[in-house]
């Protein structure tokens, strides 16, 4: 039966009409919504207003570098006190005036000198700028308080401060003491600003390792620290394990000596995946003694015993090849680790590997200058030679080595080294 159909014509007006009443209830629905609130922009953040007052501020606190071993004209002293003195373009005063601010700041949280590897530092510091060092900088000098938000950026150890008294009681003639202290405070600016209640405590010239503990010393130790030619690095890790009756693995550039390593002396050979290990078997004649207490790092230094027993009586202990000697280790692992477990491992000649629960923070670090126990700032040696290089670097120069003829090693001294690197040649492993 046929069916009419409509009109296309008729269809295509019925779906016109219908889109368009569609298109006017959007329309009001669009119209009754609520106009969008606009987001607030965040207020811009805060900027250093410098007039006379501030600039003055300002000048005081640069000054006051002079007291942390740092020169006040390094900080555009001179340009900030021509503009109160003689005035100048609000630009420029601005400009000058936050960019010497800003030095200042970084230099009292990071310290002068940048790049402390260049100097074989390597100990983790806190962030170099931190997020909110403009926003406090303008806080400091808006609120007249620069020089107090400043000095907070320093070093706050007993240890810094001991040095900065002294700085300032040593007369100016003392040359060698004073650029002792200037390095020795720079340093400082290097290292963390928390160090933690218990911790190593390895200070290169000294030749001492001290255990701390809650803020005190609770045991010191003599050691022997690397020989000038194989220095030891300044750095931070975390004891992880004890080992007693250590093997000793020798690292590959031991091997490209082409020495003999003979198997009285408890050497065997051993090969994994197609290369050859040599490696020592733990006894008396181990070149790491009866323990070694590891700490993980990038250059695999870490603290051990010795068989070289008579190193330890030298006044000039710096004889190893990087690692850290340390004289009667069982008694500081015993502080470290249950003193039952490591005697009970000492009783055996056989591998043990104590690993720690909780490591404990290692700092080997590099004080020229430190207080002693009375708290008075003792001059100590500077067996890397780097003093010179960093007042150098401090003042802006250029250093150049004095060139005078090498001393002679004492004979005890030099025999001392020849027993040594007979013994354990290197001990440290290359990374």
Same mark, same amino acid.
């Given at each position: 039966?046929?069916?009419?159909?409509?009109?296309?014509? @008729?269809?295509?007006?019925?779906?016109?009409?219908?889109?368009? @009443?569609?298109?006017?209830?959007?329309?009001?629905?669009?119209?009754?919504?609520?106009?969008?609130?606009?987001?607030?922009?965040?207020?811009?953040?805060?900027?250093?207003?410098?007039?006379?007052?501030?600039?003055?501020?300002?000048?005081?606190?640069?000054?006051?570098?002079?007291?942390?071993?740092?020169?006040?004209?390094?900080?555009?002293?001179?340009?900030?006190?021509?503009?109160?003195?003689?005035?100048?373009?609000?630009?420029?005063?601005?400009?000058? +005036?936050?960019?010497?601010?800003?030095?200042?700041?970084?230099?009292?949280?990071?310290?002068?000198?940048?790049?402390?590897?260049?100097?074989?530092?390597?100990?983790?510091?806190?962030?170099?700028?931190?997020?909110?060092?403009?926003?406090?900088?303008?806080?400091?000098?808006?609120?007249?308080?620069?020089?107090?938000?400043?000095?907070?950026?320093?070093?706050?150890?007993?240890?810094?401060?001991?040095?900065?008294?002294?700085?300032?009681?040593?007369?100016?003639?003392?040359?060698?003491?004073?650029?002792?202290?200037?390095?020795?405070?720079?340093?400082?600016?290097?290292?963390?600003?928390?160090?933690?209640?218990?911790?190593?405590?390895?200070?290169?010239?000294?030749?001492?390792?001290?255990?701390?503990?809650?803020?005190?010393?609770?045991?010191?130790?003599?050691?022997?620290?690397?020989?000038?030619?194989?220095?030891?690095?300044?750095?931070?890790?975390?004891?992880?394990?004890?080992?007693?009756?250590?093997?000793?693995?020798?690292?590959?550039?031991?091997?490209?000596?082409?020495?003999?390593?003979?198997?009285?002396?408890?050497?065997?050979?051993?090969?994994?995946?197609?290369?050859?290990?040599?490696?020592?078997?733990?006894?008396?004649?181990?070149?790491?003694?009866?323990?070694?207490?590891?700490?993980?790092?990038?250059?695999?230094?870490?603290?051990? *015993?010795?068989?070289?027993?008579?190193?330890?009586?030298?006044?000039?202990?710096?004889?190893?090849?990087?690692?850290?000697?340390?004289?009667?280790?069982?008694?500081?692992?015993?502080?470290?680790?249950?003193?039952?477990?490591? *005697?009970?491992?000492?009783?055996?000649?056989?591998?043990?590997?104590?690993?720690?629960?909780?490591?404990?923070?290692?700092?080997?670090?590099?004080?020229?200058?430190?207080?002693?126990?009375?708290?008075?700032?003792?001059?100590?040696?500077?067996?890397?030679?780097?003093?010179?290089?960093?007042?150098?670097?401090?003042?802006?120069?250029?250093?150049?080595?004095?060139?005078?003829?090498?001393?002679?090693?004492?004979? +005890?001294? +030099?025999? @001392?080294?020849?027993?040594?690197?007979?013994?354990?040649?290197?001990?440290? @492993?290359?990374?």
């Amino acid at each position: 039966m046929y069916t009419p159909r409509a009109p296309v014509g @008729a269809i295509l007006a019925c779906s016109v009409l219908l889109l368009g @009443a569609a298109g006017i209830a959007l329309m009001r629905v669009e119209r009754d919504k609520p106009a969008p609130v606009a987001a607030e922009a965040p207020p811009p953040p805060p900027k250093p207003h410098w007039n006379a007052g501030t600039l003055h501020q300002l000048l005081v606190a640069i000054d006051a570098a002079r007291a942390e071993g740092l020169r006040p004209k390094d900080y555009r002293r001179e340009a900030l006190a021509a503009f109160l003195t003689r005035g100048g373009h609000v630009g420029e005063i601005e400009t000058t +005036a936050t960019a010497a601010a800003h030095a200042l700041a970084g230099d009292y949280i990071d310290g002068h000198i940048k790049h402390p590897s260049r100097f074989d530092w390597h100990i983790e510091h806190s962030p170099a700028r931190p997020a909110t060092l403009d926003v406090d900088l303008a806080d400091a000098v808006n609120g007249n308080g620069l020089r107090d938000y400043l000095n907070g950026l320093l070093p706050t150890d007993p240890r810094y401060v001991a040095l900065r008294r002294a700085y300032a009681v040593t007369p100016p003639s003392e040359h060698a003491r004073r650029n002792a202290i200037r390095a020795s405070m720079e340093r400082w600016r290097w290292m963390p600003r928390v160090l933690g209640d218990d911790y190593v405590w390895v200070n290169v010239p000294t030749y001492k390792l001290q255990l701390y503990r809650g803020g005190g010393v609770a045991a010191e130790h003599v050691v022997v620290v690397g020989a000038p030619k194989t220095p030891t690095p300044q750095l931070s890790a975390h004891v992880a394990r004890i080992i007693v009756n250590p093997w000793w693995t020798l690292p590959p550039s031991v091997l490209r000596e082409g020495k003999t390593y003979s198997p009285a002396r408890g050497y065997v050979w051993q090969k994994i995946g197609g290369k050859t290990f040599v490696r020592q078997k733990p006894g008396p004649m181990n070149a790491l003694g009866r323990m070694k207490i590891d700490m993980p790092n990038a250059w695999a230094i870490y603290l051990h *015993d010795t068989p070289a027993k008579s190193g330890f009586a030298l006044p000039m202990r710096a004889l190893s090849h990087g690692c850290i000697r340390v004289q009667n280790i069982p008694e500081l692992a015993s502080k470290l680790y249950d003193p039952a477990a490591i *005697d009970t491992a000492l009783q055996t000649s056989t591998m043990k590997s104590l690993p720690m629960q909780t490591g404990v923070p290692v700092y080997i670090v590099y004080f020229t200058a430190a207080p002693n126990a009375e708290g008075k700032v003792v001059i100590y040696g500077d067996p890397y030679d780097r003093d010179a290089r960093m007042i150098a670097a401090l003042d802006g120069m250029k250093y150049r080595p004095p060139s005078r003829p090498a001393k002679p090693l004492p004979k +005890a001294q +030099a025999a @001392a080294v020849t027993v040594n690197r007979a013994i354990d040649e290197p001990e440290r @492993a290359q990374p």
